[in-house]
């Protein structure tokens, strides 16, 4: 569970909500975790905003995990937007807003980028500049899920689980067959370099937590989306960038998530930096990015300067 909260969040994103209500779910269904693949268009550099703020009215027996699942959220992204409020108890008929966009982290090859900071999972198509982005489970502290540059080099469905010699006291097991109370799911992309795993699970309310011994852990319906599409010689980029900058429809936006296994010692001068180093940092308001690397809450912040703003009003009207 992250540990940095945000106790104005719930305030401050519902003063720039920008969608229209997402709709709630009346009822559960056997269905309701079964999701249609969604893409979202994208361009570097000018168009890496993605996804929109939706709403949702708390119905009787929601949990905070439950409507996460429900919005292809993580546990965390909810949590640390209503930190002070009571996850398995919300307050019924209170209206959430749901976190559901993302400024896409930077990358190399546009394949699948794992940006720990944000426990979440990006899927490239080069071909149709389209992606699709998936929330995950990382490595608890002490096991840390490490970044670094790797390939798929096996897919496997039902997977066997050869546990570790370093958790075969733990578990009392060297080997795990296929089966419900297996951990790694019905699905795995086994990564170049080591032992570690992109995989489905058993316990999909690790999604959005630090629980895993290193491997990344992704919803069931999550899995079954992404295996079938992922070949093997897939290129693989985990990184660890809590502060993304982004821009859509000429305005420029900040994504600040917290730093999870606490590598940042300044966590604002980092973030500081990273504006230094953005090619549009004059078009920012220094004001507004600074709240928003102090508040976060991993929500998309327009932080486009008053002036910036002007001129591209201005333009429009004169059709340009």
């Known amino acids: 569970m992250l540990r940095r909260t945000a106790t104005t969040a719930a305030s401050v994103l519902l003063l720039v909500l920008v969608a229209g209500p997402g709709g709630?779910?009346?009822?559960?269904?056997?269905?309701?975790?079964?999701?249609?693949?969604?893409r979202y268009g994208y361009r570097f550099p000018e168009q890496t905003v993605i996804g929109l703020l939706k709403t949702h009215t708390v119905k009787p027996k929601d949990t905070l995990l439950d409507i996460a699942r429900y919005y292809e959220l993580g546990f965390n992204e909810l949590q640390i937007v209503y930190s002070s409020m009571d996850p398995w108890i919300p307050p019924k008929d209170e209206t959430l807003v749901i976190p559901t966009e993302w400024v896409l982290p930077p990358t190399?090859?546009?394949?699948?980028?794992?940006?720990?900071?944000?426990?979440?999972l990006y899927f490239f198509d080069r071909k149709t500049r389209t992606v699709e982005t998936y929330?995950?489970?990382?490595?608890?502290e002490g096991w840390e899920t490490p970044v670094g540059v790797h390939t798929i080099v096996e897919k496997r469905v039902n997977p066997t689980w050869y546990v570790p010699k370093s958790l075969q006291a733990k578990y009392g097991i060297k080997v795990m067959p296929p089966g419900p109370e297996n951990p790694l799911g019905e699905y795995a992309l086994r990564l170049s370099g080591g032992e570690y795993l992109i995989h489905g699970t058993n316990i999909p309310w690790g999604v959005g937590r630090l629980t895993s011994h290193g491997c990344i852990r992704m919803y069931p319906e999550h899995i079954r989306l992404l295996f079938p599409q992922v070949k093997v010689g897939t290129r693989v980029e985990i990184i660890y960038e809590p502060v993304k900058i982004g821009r859509r429809d000429g305005r420029i936006y900040v994504e600040a998530n917290p730093d999870v296994y606490k590598k940042i010692p300044d966590y604002l001068r980092y973030a500081m930096e990273k504006l230094r180093e953005y090619p549009l940092a004059d078009r920012v308001d220094q004001e507004k990015f600074i709240r928003a690397a102090l508040l976060q809450n991993g929500?998309?912040?327009?932080?486009?300067?008053?002036?910036?703003?002007?001129?591209?009003?201005?333009?429009?009207?004169?059709?340009?």
């Open 24 to 38: 709630a779910f009346a009822d559960y269904t056997e269905n309701m975790f079964n999701p249609v693949k969604c």
């Open 108 to 120: 190399k090859s546009e394949q699948i980028v794992i940006n720990v900071p944000e426990l979440r």
């Open 135 to 140: 929330p995950i489970g990382i490595g608890d």
């Open 299 to 320: 929500v998309p912040t327009d932080v486009t300067q008053a002036q910036t703003e002007t001129m591209a009003a201005g333009a429009h009207a004169h059709g340009d």
